[in-house]
């Protein structure tokens, strides 16, 4: 009996396919990604807790910026 994969684990697998067959190309990605950042990475590993903590911190650090410096 084989288990239903979830939508990550589905990325993650073909992510590591990918990985794989085109290895110069993934190399390009990641020096770019380093540069870059990736937001899916970031906020996916937090959770929708703290995707919301940081969202809020943003606004607020909008709204401190915008008193001391306008």
């Not at 697998?13 to 899916?40: A, H």
Request: no cysteine.
């Amino acid at each position: 009996m084989s288990r239903k994969e979830s939508p990550e684990e589905k990325r993650e697998r073909l992510r590591q396919n990918e990985l794989e067959n085109n290895s110069l190309g993934s190399l390009n990605e990641g020096l770019k990604r380093s540069q870059n950042g990736n937001l899916t990475d970031f906020s996916g590993g937090m959770g929708w807790k703290g995707t919301g903590i940081v969202i809020l911190i943003l606004i607020a650090g909008l709204f401190i910026y915008g008193y001391f410096f306008s």
